[in-house]
């Protein structure tokens, strides 16, 4: 899809300039000559970036972005000012006001078109990531999928989901909840740094499930070293009496009255194209559904593998601890 750039200059020529400059590069440029009707082009969404002058009658450029930028309907759009007004005071301002770049006439035009597309990928990357923990969310997970089934490489899927987030949240709160979603992708990140190598993905897919997309050969190293730190640390998340007691105790939508939850576990199921033909990102979903019945059948922390070649499953977590009889409460 082709980025709608909005260029605002009260000069003619100035806008004219910088329209067949950026229409040459395949860009959809829209146009205006005042800051009025610069900022009801933004509120109306037909621009992904605006390139904008200072010194223009009425509202000024300055202005204008601070409206921009204020507007939660448009503080997301990339603003550039570009301007004859190239004192460092003037620069200062202009990023006062949370302008994302400021490029002074004459300006260059392999340097001017660096700056639009580093801004563009990077609001790109901004709406698709997840807001809490910035993460690429669903769109670029998918992406990045359709990329390697396309480029014919060799993957591997892991889908991480909390066994039990739910109950966490009811008890502690959605601000605790939210610290625990932030600790998880943290902690993926700092395996994958360790563990994984160039070009491995990590993306959030939502509330409290994530994905890695790596190669197969390095598909269970990792998913080993996330589950065996998780349970690490997991603990950490709790209030020392919960954590000592091994559990929280939450009233139950589903089953009704009060019910005890253990201290979370994670369950880490892995899909490859190793083996099989996958042709669509829909295919990796439903082999991690299927994968996931026997995840959320195993109690604890689990990593669980796609189908051997004979179609059985290799389940590869710690044994579950015997239980023992809990001792009532006093």
């Known amino acids: 899809m082709t980025a709608?750039?909005?260029?605002?200059?009260?000069?003619?020529?100035?806008?004219?300039?910088?329209?067949?400059?950026?229409?040459?590069?395949?860009?959809?440029?829209?146009t205006a000559m005042n800051g009025r009707d610069a900022l009801g082009i933004?509120?109306?969404?037909?621009?992904?970036?605006?390139?904008?002058?200072?010194?223009?009658p009425g509202l000024d450029g300055f202005e204008v972005c601070r409206r921009i930028k204020s507007n939660p309907l448009t503080s997301r759009i990339p603003v550039i000012f570009l301007t004859a007004k190239s004192t460092v005071d003037d620069r200062l301002r202009g990023l006062e006001l949370y302008a994302d770049d400021y490029l002074t006439k004459p300006w260059e035009q392999q340097e001017l078109l660096f700056r639009v597309r580093n801004q563009l990928k990077t609001r790109r990357a901004q709406l698709f990531s997840n807001a809490l923990t910035g993460l690429p969310g669903n769109v670029l997970i998918e992406t990045e999928i359709t990329r390697r089934i396309a480029a014919g490489e060799k993957f591997a899927?892991?889908?991480?989901?909390?066994?039990?987030?739910?109950a966490f949240n009811d008890h502690y709160g959605y601000v605790r909840g939210d610290t625990l979603i932030r600790f998880t992708a943290a902690l993926l990140h700092e395996q994958i740094q360790k563990h994984g190598?160039?070009?491995?993905?990590v993306g959030h897919i939502g509330g409290d499930d994530f994905v890695i997309i790596t190669v197969p050969q390095r598909s269970q190293?990792?998913?080993?070293?996330?589950?065996?730190?998780?349970?690490?640390?997991?603990?950490?998340?709790?209030?020392?009496?919960?954590?000592?007691?091994?559990?929280?105790?939450?009233?139950?939508?589903?089953q009704g009255g009060m019910k005890d939850f253990a201290v979370l576990s994670i369950t880490i199921l892995i899909v490859t194209n190793v083996g099989r033909d996958i042709q669509h990102s829909a295919q990796v979903s439903d082999i991690a559904k299927d994968l996931k019945?026997?995840?959320k059948?195993?109690?604890?922390?689990?990593?669980?593998?796609?189908?051997?070649?004979?179609?059985?499953?290799?389940?590869?977590?710690?044994?579950?601890?015997?239980?023992?009889?809990?001792?009532?409460?006093p």
Do not use: W
Not at 4 to 30: P, Q
Not at 197 to 201: A, N
């Open 297 to 329: 059948a195993t109690k604890g922390s689990v990593v669980v593998p796609d189908r051997r070649s004979d179609g059985t499953f290799v389940v590869a977590g710690p044994e579950p601890p015997p239980t023992e009889p809990r001792k009532p409460k």
């Open 221 to 254: 190293v990792i998913a080993d070293a996330v589950r065996s730190e998780f349970d690490a640390r997991i603990g950490g998340q709790y209030d020392p009496a919960d954590r000592e007691r091994g559990y929280i105790t939450v009233l139950s939508s589903r």
């Open 293 to 295: 019945k026997i995840g």
């Open 157 to 166: 899927f892991l889908h991480l989901d909390l066994d039990a987030f739910k």
């Open 4 to 30: 709608r750039v909005l260029v605002v200059d009260d000069i003619a020529a100035n806008v004219k300039l910088l329209d067949a400059r950026l229409s040459a590069e395949y860009f959809d440029v829209v």
């Open 197 to 201: 190598g160039e070009g491995d993905f």
């Open 42 to 56: 933004c509120e109306r969404a037909e621009c992904d970036i605006v390139l904008l002058d200072v010194m223009m």
